[in-house]
């Protein structure tokens, strides 16, 4: 008759999950969370707080924000790629810093001042500048 030590089979399995706990710390730590590429996978959209010519860390001073002026933004990202008919300015090849993130920077204007920033995909940015302008400034109306 075979006897099997409880006290043997609890010390192999704390042995066991101790050596399993390293690995999947690790498997946890080497793939961050990349929160705004899965966002823009899904989307087709970020919003962006600021935008930076470079990626270099000293070019925080140079970063573009809502309330920047339009003469800034030009000045510090230099010519549009493409303006839309409502003024919006798209920017291509821009990367959203720490993500996998890549696409098209929008900045939209309000009086001459940033209103928003975002990041768009291609697909998005395609939309943007094939939809005719009365569709975007058209505003609906619901009645009764």
Same mark, same amino acid.
């Not at 920017?91 to 720490?98: G, I």
């Not at 204007?109 to 939809?131: C, I, Q, W, Y």
């Given at each position: 008759m075979n006897v099997i030590n409880t006290a043997l089979i609890r010390a192999a399995a704390s042995g066991a999950s101790l050596l399993l706990l390293p690995v999947a710390a690790?498997?946890?730590d080497s793939v961050p969370a990349d929160s705004a590429?899965?966002?823009f996978a899904a989307t /087709?959209? @970020?919003? %962006?707080?600021?935008?930076?010519?470079?990626?270099?860390?000293? =070019? %925080?001073?140079?970063?573009?924000? !809502? /309330? +920047?002026?339009?003469?800034? @933004?030009?000045d510090r990202l230099g010519r549009p790629s493409a303006v839309l008919e409502d003024g919006t300015w798209l920017?291509?090849?821009?990367? %959203?810093?720490?993500s996998l993130a890549h696409g098209t920077l929008v900045v939209q204007?309000?009086? /001459?001042? !940033? +209103?928003?920033?975002?990041? @768009? +995909?291609?697909? @998005?940015?395609?939309?943007?500048?094939? =939809?005719p302008a009365n569709e975007k400034r058209r505003t609906l109306v619901a009645s009764k």
């Open positions: 690790a498997a946890r590429a899965r966002l /087709g959209f @970020v919003p %962006v707080k600021a935008a930076k010519p470079y990626r270099e860390p000293d =070019s %925080v001073a140079y970063a573009i924000q !809502v /309330g +920047s002026w339009r003469a800034t @933004v030009a920017y291509r090849n821009f990367t %959203v810093d720490e204007f309000d009086h /001459g001042d !940033v +209103s928003r920033l975002s990041l @768009v +995909s291609p697909k @998005v940015e395609a939309a943007m500048l094939t =939809s």
